[in-house]
Each structure stands twice: as C-alpha cells, then as structure tokens.
C-alpha cells in the first residue's frame, strides 16, 4: 500500500524559513517524480514544486522560486520542502504527492493528507 | 500566467447526471495538456480519478467519465450518488514539469 506522510510543519513568523519532510512507503521511491501541492485554509489547491527521480532536476511555481528549495534523499524514501522568507500568503497545508506511472504519468496518483504551515505574527 | 478556470458550484439531484468543465485562459483544452481530475472531500487528501482525458484510476466506478467537450475539458457524473458531493478540481500539464489546477468546483447533491 502506498503511504506518504508529511511532517514538520507548524507556526513561524514571517521570514522565518521551515523544513517540510515527506515519508514514503509502499512503492519505488527512487522510481518516481515527486511532488509538492499546498492548499491555503478555504481555498483551492496550487501546485508548488517539484522532483525527478534523481533529483537532477526541479521545478517550481513563479511564487515561490529562489524562496523554496525541494529535495530529495532516496537512500531515506523522503522527499523535503526546504522554505525560507516565509510569507503570510504560504499559509497552507502542503501535501506530498507521487507521480503517475510510466505510460500515465501526467497525473498525481497518490497523495498524502498534507502538514499544515501557518505564517503568521 | 496560464488560468484553469472552472464553475465555482453546481448542483444536481440524486441519480441525476452532471457535467463538470475546465477551461484554459489560453486556448482550447486538448489531450496534449492531460487533463486529469481530482475528487476532495472536506478534511480529506484529494483522491485521484481521471487522468490522460478520460482514464478512470483504480477503483472509481464508472459513472465517472471523462472528456474533452468543444475547447474544454470535462467531468461528467451520471447517476450521481450523495457521496458524489465533493469539490472536484481538474488540473492541466503545462509542459516542462509544470501542472496547474483550476479553482475547483464544489458539487452539491440534493
């Protein structure tokens, strides 16, 4: 069964920076494009970044570039949100999720319930 | 900046179809843009249930479809069920690693 579980969230101040963490379970890690997806309190979701199976390369939405940094370590099956100069805006709960299969992979199939960050004074 | 723009709500009856739709600020939806959608219950992940236009994903019964319609893409419910109520989002690939979701469309069933 695949899992991902998100952690490392909670309340920072504007500006501050935050390591949002995702655990992954139940499939090949090292196999899938991984990605980052917030949604703020009451509203719609919003892409936020994402991962290829090596790392070698990333992607990120116009919001958030050169303040969000993602990772992964595929020897640990976690993927990371590394996010600094926090907004009030970046208030969300960020939820992990996993790319499609080859031959259907423009799509997320799997998501994880999400870690909630608050940015707020 | 590319915008997904569809019906804020909509409502249908029990056992009654519906067609959701999703449509780009800058052009046509078609299937180079992999339209997929996606069914979030309040509190809940967002669960997985079209991709590539109109693959249903595992376990989503088919009464759930999926379509291009005219320019745009679409999710259709037929015999809708009270648990169908839902926001429902669908979300394009942009190329170059780079998806965007419309705003979502909270379904009532009543």
């Known amino acids: 069964e695949v899992q991902l579980v998100e952690f490392g969230g909670g309340l920072v101040q504007p500006g501050e920076s935050l390591i949002v963490s995702c655990s992954a379970s139940g499939f090949t890690f090292s196999g899938s494009a991984m990605y980052w997806v917030r949604q703020a309190p009451g509203k719609g979701l919003e892409y936020v970044s994402g991962i290829s199976t090596n790392g070698g390369s990333t992607y990120y939405t116009d919001s958030v570039k050169g303040r969000f940094t993602i990772s992964r370590d595929n020897s640990k099956n976690t993927l990371y949100l590394q996010m600094t100069s926090l907004r009030v805006e970046d208030t969300a709960v960020y939820h992990c999720?996993?790319?499609?299969?080859?031959?259907?992979?423009?799509?997320?199939?799997?998501w994880g319930q999400g870690t909630l960050v608050t940015v707020s004074s | 900046q590319t915008v997904v723009t569809q019906e804020p709500s909509f409502s249908v009856s029990p056992g009654g179809t519906v067609t959701l739709t999703c449509d780009l600020s800058?052009?046509?939806?078609?299937?180079?843009?992999?339209p997929s959608w996606y069914q979030q219950t309040p509190g809940q992940a967002p669960r997985s249930l079209i991709y590539?236009?109109?693959t249903r994903s595992s376990g989503v019964p088919d009464r759930f479809s999926g379509s291009i319609l005219g320019n745009k893409a679409a999710l259709t419910i037929t015999g809708a069920q009270a648990d169908d109520e839902s926001d429902y989002y669908c979300m394009v690939y942009m190329g170059s690693g780079i998806w965007v979701f419309g705003g979502g469309t909270k379904l009532t069933v009543l």
């Open positions: 999720v996993k790319r499609g299969v080859p031959g259907a992979n423009y799509y997320f199939d799997y």
């Open positions: 590539n236009t109109n």
């Open positions: 800058s052009g046509s939806v078609s299937t180079s843009y992999y």
